[in-house]
C-alpha cells in the first residue's frame, strides 16, 4: 500500500506523460476529427456556426481531459459524491428555473455554454456507483441494503430527467447504474425479478408517457404509417444510409443531407449523414475505431489495481457501448427514435464535456493504474 503511495507521488511530469494511453487517445483524436468533418459536411461545405463551435468545444475538452488525467484518481475517487450531488442539485435548477427549447426545460444558461445537467449525470452516476461498491465487501454486493441505497440514488436523477422530460437520456442514466450494478457482482436473480416486474408494469409506465413519446414508439412500428409526420425522420435516415452503399456518395455529396431532407443531421442524426457520405465501409472503419476505444477503456480498468478504477473504466466503457449502440439502432429505425447523441461525433457541447470528463478519470486510472485506495 504505502509502496504504491510513494510510487505515484514520485512520478515526473514527463513520466506521467509516458504512461499515456496512446492508442485510446489517437481513437479519440481520429474520431472528433471524423466528427468535425462531419460538422462542416452539415454546414454545406462551408466553416459555418456548427463547424466553428463544434470544433472550437472539441479542442477545449480534449485539452481538460489532458488536464483531468493528471489529477491523481484517488481524488476522483474522494470527489465522486459531490460530483453526483452538485450534478443533482443541478438538475433540480433546470428542471424548475432552465431554459425551455423544443417543450423541454433541460438546460442552464452558463453564457459560455447552455449546460444540460442530465449529460453530466451519465458520468455521475458511474462514478457514485464505483465508490458505493469500491467500499463495499463483495461478499455483502447483494445484501439488500447494499442494493436499496444506489437504487434510490438512481432513481433520483431519473425521475427529475423524466419530468424535464427527456426520456431518453433518463432510460440511458438508469442503464449506465444498472450496468455498474451488475458489474459489481450483485446477484442475478434481483436483475431477473427486475426485468419480470418491468415487463408487468410496462402497459401501466406506458400510460404516462407524453403523447409524443407514444407516437414515437408507435412510428418505431411502423413508419410509414405517417411518412410525412413522425415517421419522416426514420424513413429519410434509412433512405440516406442505404443510398450510401459500399463507399458512399463521396465527401459533401450526400443529397439526403444537402437538399435538407435529413433532419437534426448534425446531433442525434450525425452517423446517417456520414454514413450517406463514405458508405459502409467509412461505416466500418468508425465502428473499428469505436470498438478499439471501448476495448482500451476496459483494459485500463483491467490492469488497475483499485477497484474503483476497475468498476468506472468497466462501467464507462460499458456506457460508451450503449450510446452508440442506441444512436446507431435509432438512426437504423432498429429501436425508437429518442435523444442519444453519438459520443465525440454528434453536435452538442454537454454531451462532449462529460465525455471528455469520462474519458480523463479513465486516463488518470491508466497514469495512476498501480495507486491502490483504501
Request: aromatic share 16%; proline share 3%.
Amino acid at each position: 500500500m504505502k509502496d504504491s503511495i510513494t510510487f505515484t507521488n514520485q512520478l515526473t511530469f514527463f513520466q506521467k506523460l509516458r504512461s499515456f494511453d496512446y492508442t485510446l487517445l489517437t481513437c479519440i483524436m481520429l474520431i472528433g476529427i471524423i466528427g468535425i468533418l462531419s460538422m462542416y459536411s452539415t454546414d454545406g461545405g462551408e466553416i459555418l456556426y456548427h463547424t466553428k463551435n463544434h470544433t472550437l468545444r472539441f479542442c477545449i475538452f480534449f485539452t481538460m481531459m489532458i488536464i483531468i488525467s493528471f489529477i491523481n484518481i484517488r481524488i476522483w475517487h474522494n470527489l465522486s459524491y459531490i460530483f453526483y450531488f452538485v450534478t443533482l442539485l443541478l438538475l433540480v435548477w433546470a428542471s424548475f428555473y432552465g431554459i425551455t427549447a423544443s417543450g423541454s426545460q433541460r438546460w442552464i444558461n452558463l453564457y459560455f455554454i447552455n449546460l444540460q445537467p442530465s449529460e453530466l449525470m451519465k458520468i455521475a452516476i458511474i462514478a457514485c456507483f464505483a465508490k458505493y461498491y469500491h467500499r463495499a465487501q463483495i461478499q455483502n454486493v447483494s445484501k439488500i441494503t447494499n442494493i436499496l441505497v444506489p437504487i434510490i440514488v438512481l432513481i433520483l436523477p431519473t425521475f427529475l430527467v423524466i419530468s424535464q422530460p427527456d426520456l431518453g437520456t433518463s432510460i440511458l442514466i438508469a442503464l449506465s447504474g444498472i450496468i455498474v450494478l451488475w458489474l459489481s457482482g450483485v446477484n442475478i436473480k434481483y436483475f431477473f425479478y427486475s426485468f419480470i416486474l418491468f415487463i408487468i408494469s410496462a402497459p401501466f409506465i406506458i400510460s404516462f408517457l407524453k403523447p409524443y413519446q407514444k407516437l414515437r414508439i408507435l412510428t418505431f412500428f411502423d413508419p410509414d404509417k405517417d411518412p410525412l409526420g413522425a415517421g419522416y425522420q426514420i424513413i429519410q435516415s434509412k433512405i440516406a444510409v442505404g443510398s450510401g452503399g459500399l463507399t458512399g456518395k463521396g465527401f459533401l455529396k450526400g443529397t439526403q443531407g444537402y437538399l435538407e431532407f435529413l433532419p437534426e443531421k448534425h446531433t442525434d442524426f450525425i452517423f446517417t449523414l456520414y454514413s450517406e457520405e463514405f458508405g459502409f465501409l467509412g461505416s466500418l472503419i468508425l465502428l473499428i475505431l469505436y470498438a478499439i476505444l471501448i476495448f482500451r477503456v476496459i483494459r485500463i480498468g483491467s490492469l488497475s489495481r483499485s477497484f474503483f478504477s476497475k468498476i468506472f473504466c468497466y462501467g464507462f466503457g460499458s456506457a460508451i457501448f450503449l450510446y452508440i449502440a442506441v444512436n446507431m439502432s435509432m438512426v437504423l429505425g432498429l429501436l425508437p427514435i429518442v435523444g442519444s447523441p453519438l459520443p465525440i461525433m454528434s453536435y452538442g457541447g454537454s454531451s462532449m464535456l462529460a465525455t471528455m470528463i469520462g474519458f480523463g478519470i479513465v486516463m488518470s486510472s491508466k497514469i495512476y493504474s498501480r495507486e491502490q485506495i483504501s
